[in-house]
């Protein structure tokens, strides 16, 4: 299908360059970066971690410099055997 599309000239001679660059045509690179486009919107936003830092001093003096297994027994102490 033929279609016609108005980008800046600056984009354009980019565009334009790069696919040179890359031994291929305008079009295919135009092609190329819509399926990737229209793929990242089907594979739906990336996972983001939400902020969940607080306001305090560190780690407290008990545990500080203690070994992973201390601070594991520290968060579980009271919550099972």
């Known amino acids: 299908m033929k279609t016609t599309i108005d980008i800046s000239d600056a984009l354009f ?3 334009r ?3 040179e660059r890359e031994g291929v045509t305008f ?3 135009v092609e190329r970066g819509l399926y990737r486009v229209l793929s990242e ?3 739906g936003a990336p996972f ?3 902020r969940a830092s607080f306001k305090g001093n560190g780690l407290q003096a008990e545990v500080q410099g203690a070994s992973w297994e ?3 027994d520290v968060a579980y102490k009271g919550r099972g055997s």
Do not use: G, I, S
């Open 13 to 15: 001679q980019e565009a």
């Open 17 to 19: 360059q790069l696919a």
């Open 27 to 29: 079009r295919a690179l």
């Open 41 to 43: 919107k089907k594979a």
């Open 48 to 50: 983001r971690l939400r």
């Open 70 to 72: 201390a601070l594991r």
